[in-house]
Nanobody
Framework: QVQLVESGGGLVQPGGSLRLSCASSRNMFSFNYLAWYRQAPGEQRELVARRERFGSPYYSDSAKGRFTISRDNAKNTVYLQMNSLKPEDTAVYYC?????????WGQGTQVTVSS
């Protein structure tokens, strides 16, 4: 069983930055899909950013140019660097890591952007 532990959420003012972390209990090399999703109150969960084993990272239109997904294999951790945050970025953020026969979610971390 894979455990994912998220951290880094919190309250930030508009224009500020946060870095979310998702630490895996499993070696990062085994995952072929790394992603961050978010879910705002009353909304469906949406994809924010993803990295697959091959190809360039994908970003949603709202995240493009402001968010960066990265990985540290030595620490078995995936990050989401979020800059120039806006109130509409307020949501619970979830990491999602996948292998061929497994699909794993973090517990979620709250991000609130407000003055």
């Amino acid at each position: 069983q894979v455990q994912l532990v998220e951290s880094g959420g919190g309250l930030v003012q508009p224009g500020g930055s946060l870095r979310l972390s998702c630490a895996s209990s499993r070696n990062m090399f085994s995952f072929n899909y790394l992603a961050w999703y978010r879910q705002a109150p009353g909304e469906q969960r949406e994809l924010v950013a993803r990295r697959e084993r091959f190809g360039s990272p994908y970003y949603s239109d709202s995240a493009k140019g402001r968010f960066t997904i990265s990985r540290d294999n030595a620490k078995n951790t995936v990050y989401l660097q979020m800059n120039s945050l806006k109130p509409e970025d307020t949501a619970v953020y979830y990491c999602n890591l996948r292998v061929i026969r497994g699909n794993y979610w973090g517990q979620g971390t709250q991000v609130t952007v407000s003055s």
